[in-house]
């Protein structure tokens, strides 16, 4: 019996049992303030709905937070209850197998309890579908008393003078600041999870050598000096902003104020599709096009730097991934970054600056170089920050293209590997999370979040105070 | 008369000065010029070869054949249970493997052979023939026609992609004779042409192969002489090379360096020259779903899990990011927590994609134990991701409706809750979704964040709820690409073109909106 309760679907009831719970409450308060103004011609401070609301508030509310945490904390709950009754046997197991077991048993009790020859399992598969079924059975249980506890609460306040449109107004504010506060609790959140794990690494690796040694060798070996994941972000940056900065900032210079108004319509929104376009897709093209490009010039110049006589070895090392065609491919997808704000800005500086410069004489590309680019010039450094910040970010394109091999080589057409590589390297296919091995992939990320955070927030800053100045 | 006295402006010296700056002036419009087409042309590079490599994914090549689907090959013990006759895809295998094979009566029987003829067809490709049987037992005993894919290996071959090959013809001068051990010889034949060839490509480590074909037989380049050419059949008849001209194709790869043996080769192309091998619309790429032989994989689980993804990320994301606008442009006190929130909004939209899933990977996977690989998962972690896209947008979308809309509601008695929803909300709302479509846009595309939450498993089951395992299309392009085959580039870059195909159909609902809801107060 327990164990067909640890079948039900409870995804599904849950969501049934909350609209229920809504739809009634709303219908017992209103219905209550109706009968009021049936019987006896009072004058009602709000209108019935708002009756109806504030019922089904109060019926909302404790359910919701006990559907909330049912569905947050259910599965560690009888995974911990479980694994407290396992035999001895079991604490052998280290703790990654014991919970891939659990999952497996978890698995099994889905499709409906475990047939097969495994006793072992088959008996704590069906213990698992007892426990959970309790819990199952208990939190409805919960939920449905809190519910009628809450609306009978909220049944009795209504009265012609109860100000339920104030409460309900209220609530919603609540509801609505709620919603705006998950901005704070996501960054909490990151920040958070991302210290947590990173002190645990930092308890095994000492601070110093992960971010001064030089040798990474997280996959194999306690090898974790990031320098050389350091210098392949840094340097696959620097390639893609030699592409974007020029490029992006000639495009928003022509746009704003050499283009026609249709030129510009019809350009702008085709430059930043650039920024639109999946990451992924990217990372395919410079993988099958671009990569093999440079490997090719990357040979041609190494036989002709042999024939002319400069040198007896190759000279590049023309790997089939290399930091160029990421960083090439990376300049492309940043350039709508560095063109738009920085179109922005110059689109900020005043007109009566130009039309002085104009009227000096200046020709047009006078007034841009010599007033309007130093006007604007705090807005363009911005628009190259945050360009730069979405650059050391990007990770597809150089999980793709840019290789794996942590080294400090300054040859492009070498293969580098960033801090974004080897995250996803370090946490995709079997991850345990205690080893330093995954902990490095926190620390690193606590890096990357640090430094793309400076960035930002600087930028930020400067294109505020620059807004300030014009405005 | 006498010129108009020079002034220090018409001077030779200021005149040259003023073309220079002229010509200055030019050059910098050009450079300006150059940039902008630079990054146009990136764009159109992009998209142009990433759709060319995708049209070698439009179609392929499908065996196409009647068998009788005899019992004692698919059933043996003659009464089975749906189940085993799905897992007996070696039994029909078997069937359809032997139906082609009997084409080939010449071929021989020694092992090495059949081996080399199993590798035309991958062995699970007659896994939806095994279900359609298990579904119709009443099929059992009868002849169906079935279409199977051939191996990728052919397919390339049969498209001309790898190995690279080059058609020629041969003059009706030449005349034929029967030569010793199944071999034919050619009389004067006009073959300049495949002369130049094999001296342009030179002496590699082997030797090309050159074919020729005509009706179902083919038959392979033995000895070029002077004047005769001799050709070793390996599939049909001296006979069915008589009275038709004779069409060739050489290999330019030696056979030791390529997947696909000249045997295959002969054999694909006899097949298809009696069209028994077909080129199809390549449906099935979006019928199936994910597998290890590139002929067999679709994206059809992809598509479900993203859309699954998409559909919790909306869920959660849309209202609450419009909530969210409402609260800070319409309710928030100026004080210290707003302006935090505000700063904090700012700075999440700049958070590199990874670190959302890292806070996936340890606050959901590991502190709240959600499902591993789940779309619920990755739809929260997207979510969260473009919720700050959410809200920028819905800000902007309530900014622009007039304070006058506020003004009057409150003047006739509404509460300020009721001058939001009744009358701002209605009129930003337009706008609000058209940033809330291209936060989604932004979510589907997403990769590296789905990555750390496990939705890079192999997924072979179409998911059918949020908690199921599943995958998504970015993630499926990324898995495929990693693939070593030839055969997944075509494949990958179809894929591509699918997920951009939703990225434009979803910028155009947002051009749509905004065409038919803009309004200028």
Known sequence: MVQQLGQLPMGWLLTALLVFVVTTGFSVGRIRAERYLVSGGHKFHSRGNYHGYYVAMWGLLPTLLIAAVYVLFSQTAVFGLLNSELPEGFHTLSKAELQSYLEAVAGAAKTGGYAGADRIFATVTSRFLELSGSLKAATLAAMILSAIGGIAYARRKVAPDFRARLKVERGAEAFLFLCAAIAIATTVGIVASLLYESLRFFAQVPVTDFLFGTRWNAQTSAEFGALPLFFGTFMIALIAMFVAAPIGLFAAIYLSEYASVRTRRYMKPLLEMLAGIPTVVYGFFALLVIAPGVRAAALGINSLLINIGVTSEPFLAAQPTSALAAGLVMGVMVIPFVSSLSDDVINAVPQTLRDAAFAMGATKSETIKQIILPAALPGIVASMLLAVSRAIGETMIVVMAAGQRARISFDPSTDLTTITVQIVALLTGETQFDSPKTLSAFALGLVLFLVTLGFNLIALRVVQRYREKYE | ?521
């Open chain 2, 1 to 521: 008369m006498s010129n108009p006295p020079e002034t220090s402006l018409q001077s030779e010296k200021a005149l040259k000065r003023l073309r220079r700056r002229r010509a200055a002036d030019m050059r910098f419009r050009m450079y300006g010029l150059a940039a902008l087409g630079f990054a146009l042309f990136s764009l159109v590079f992009l998209i142009t070869a990433i759709a060319w490599k995708a049209s070698g994914a439009v179609t392929y090549h499908v065996v196409k054949t009647d068998i009788v689907l005899t019992p004692e090959r698919i059933a043996p013990d003659g009464n089975a249970s749906p189940e085993e006759i799905t897992r007996n895809i070696e039994g029909f295998y078997t069937l359809v493997r032997d139906d082609l094979f009997a084409r080939f009566p010449n071929a021989g029987d020694s092992l090495a052979v059949r081996q080399d003829f199993s590798a035309l067809v991958d062995r699970l490709a007659v896994l939806p023939l095994a279900r359609r049987v298990a579904r119709h037992p009443s099929l059992i005993g009868q002849t169906v026609t079935v279409e199977v894919p051939v191996s990728d290996d052919v397919d390339l071959f049969l498209k001309r992609s790898s190995p690279r090959s080059v058609p020629f013809r041969i003059g009706t001068g030449a005349q034929l004779s029967s030569g010793q051990d199944d071999s034919m010889v050619l009389t004067q034949p006009d073959l300049a042409s495949v002369r130049a060839t094999l001296t342009a490509l030179g002496e590699q480590d082997g030797v090309p192969s050159v074919f020729v074909t005509s009706k179902g037989a083919v038959a392979r380049l033995s000895d070029l002489g002077d004047q005769t050419a001799t050709f070793e059949l390996l599939a049909g008849d001296v006979a069915d090379f008589e009275g038709t001209p004779l069409k060739g194709l050489i290999v330019t790869v030696p056979e030791s360096r390529r997947t696909i043996s000249d045997l295959q080769i002969a054999w694909a192309l006899a097949l298809r020259s009696e069209g028994v091998i077909r080129r199809v619309p390549h449906t099935s790429l979006l019928t199936r779903t994910d597998s290890t032989y590139p002929e067999l994989a679709g994206s059809l689980a992809a598509i479900v899990g993203s859309l699954l993804t998409m559909l919790v990320t909306g869920m959660v994301a849309i209202p609450m990011g419009i909530f969210a606008a409402i609260f800070l442009e319409e309710f928030a006190p100026k004080n210290r927590l707003t302006q935090l929130i505000e700063v904090n909004i700012n700075n999440l939209a700049a958070v590199p994609s990874i670190v959302f899933g890292l806070l996936g990977a340890t606050l959901l996977l590991g502190t709240f134990g959600l499902p591993r690989s789940a779309p619920l998962v990755g739809g929260l972690v997207l979510a969260l991701l473009i919720l700050p896209v959410v809200i920028i947008a819905a800000r902007a979308a309530l900014r622009a409706v007039p304070p006058s809309i506020r003004s009057g509601a409150l003047a006739v008695g509404a509460s300020r809750m009721q001058a939001v929803f009744h009358h701002v909300l209605p009129l930003a709302f337009p706008g609000m979704l058209t940033g809330a479509i291209l936060g989604m846009a932004r979510a589907l595309g997403e990769t590296a964040p789905l990555l750390l939450i496990g939705m890079v498993a192999f997924v072979a089951e179409v998911p059918s709820s949020t908690t199921d395992e599943a995958t998504a299309l970015p993630v499926l392009i990324y898995s495929w690409a990693s693939n070593a085959e030839r055969a997944w580039e075509p494949m990958t870059a179809a894929v591509i073109v699918i997920l951009l195909a939703l990225l434009v159909i979803m910028n155009v609902i947002v051009v749509m909106l905004r065409r038919k809801f803009e309004r200028r107060w």
